[in-house]
T-cell receptor, first 112, second 112 residues
Framework: GESVGLHLPTLSVQEGDNSIINCAYS??????FIWYKQESGKGPQFIID?????DKRQGQRVTVLLNKTVKHLSLQIAATQPGDSAVYFC???????????FGQGTTLQVKP | EPEVTQTPSHQVTQMGQEVILRCVPI?????FYWYRQILGQKVEFLVS????????KSEIFDDQFSVERPDGSNFTLKIRSTKLEDSAMYFC??????????FGEGSRLTVL
């Protein structure tokens, strides 16, 4: 069946370092991908998205890379800050109903 | 900034009782969703709703679940007879079109 997953459950980085969070997806027909950040006790918060006709998209301190050949998505956070500590989910859009399929999540821990 | 609001933030109920979780989506959005997240796990799709009808539902969304948009602003999720395994965070989301989903802060359901 279709699934979206993450390679590592926890990533620990030093404040100021760059972080890279990875995601593998299985549905090659998906055309829209989103990264969400979830802080403890809160709902998923949109970070950045990318459509399948692109391979890179940049936001403020964040970059999403999409490799459709190997069905891999990554989120790069530059100069990681303590406020970046959260669980990060990639999500894949399937069909035309807007339904998102979420990955398992990677916990990012930022050490001061 | 417009946001999705959910009530209650936490509900404790006895097994077998009916529960209604309420959501007020962002006002100009047309697509509405319910997701759930069991503690420590990924966010799972339950149902999507558009034009006053269900557009898609997952296998989790069985006959015990129903959704309704009783007026122009509220979007509700009803669980008819709660089970222990229904304990989770329930997130409402909305989107303008089938793009970025905006999530609420969630309603924690505890079934005893």
């Amino acid at each position: 069946g279709e699934s979206v997953g993450l390679h590592l459950p926890t990533l620990s980085v030093q404040e100021g370092d760059n972080s890279i969070i990875n995601c593998a997806y299985s549905n090659s027909a998906s055309d829209y991908f989103i990264w969400y950040k979830q802080e403890s006790g809160k709902g998923p918060q949109f970070i950045i998205d990318i459509r399948s006709n692109m391979d890179k998209r940049q936001g403020q301190r964040v970059t999403v890379l999409l490799n459709k050949t190997v069905k891999h998505l990554s989120l790069q956070i530059a100069a990681t800050q303590p406020g970046d500590s959260a669980v990060y989910f990639c999500a894949e859009k399937g069909g035309n109903t807007g339904k998102l399929i979420f990955g398992q999540g990677t916990t990012l821990q930022v050490k001061p | 900034e417009p946001e999705v609001t959910q009530t209650p933030s936490h509900q404790v109920t006895q097994m077998g009782q009916e529960v209604i979780l309420r959501c007020v989506p962002i006002s100009n959005h047309l697509y509405f969703y319910w997701y759930r997240q069991i503690l420590g796990q990924k966010v799972e799709f339950l149902v999507s709703f558009y034009n006053n009808e269900i557009s898609e539902k997952s296998e989790i969304f069985d006959d015990q679940f129903s959704v309704e948009r009783p007026d122009g602003s509220n979007f509700t999720l009803k669980i008819r007879s709660t089970k222990l395994e229904d304990s989770a965070m329930y997130f409402c989301a909305s989107s303008e079109q089938t793009g970025e989903l905006f999530f609420g802060e969630g309603s924690r359901l505890t079934v005893l």
